[in-house]
């Protein structure tokens, strides 16, 4: 019941901070006319320049969040089976800090790699 309850409390913020994030985002129309020009009759390009960044910043803010959050949740898991094995097995303490220092390497890991893809996302695309 505790994971159930925990899971709707986190789907409520994240949904609640993309809401909230979108007027944040939104850029300004900046590209309106003087009004001494002359208006043509051709139609202007659509500029979906501020879309488009909104959209990315929207993307690598969730992407980095996620990585962030699942890497912390996994680490605190691992950490917190890794105490329960030396308090069950004193004798075997220094084999399950190894392979806890391991692991939580790979997660870190993992984590760097998503923040390596979304500098690559902000700065390329």
């Known amino acids: 019941m505790k994971k159930v309850r ?18 944040a985002l939104a850029a300004a129309d900046t590209t309106a006319a003087p009004a001494d020009t002359a208006q043509t009759t051709e139609a202007a390009p659509a500029d979906n320049g501020g879309s488009f960044a909104g959209t990315k910043a929207l993307a690598v803010g969730m992407a980095i969040g996620l990585a962030a959050a699942g890497g912390a949740i996994g680490m ?26 391991l692991t939580m390497v790979f997660i ?18």
């Open 108 to 125: 870190e890991t993992a984590i760097i790699y998503a923040l390596l893809v979304v500098i690559l996302v902000i700065f390329v695309l």
């Open 76 to 101: 605190g898991m691992v950490g917190g089976k890794a105490a329960d094995g030396i308090s069950r097995q004193p004798e075997m303490e220094s084999k399950i800090r190894t392979s806890l220092m």
């Open 6 to 23: 925990f899971l709707v409390i986190l789907t409520v913020i994240a949904i609640l901070m993309t809401l909230l994030a979108v007027p």
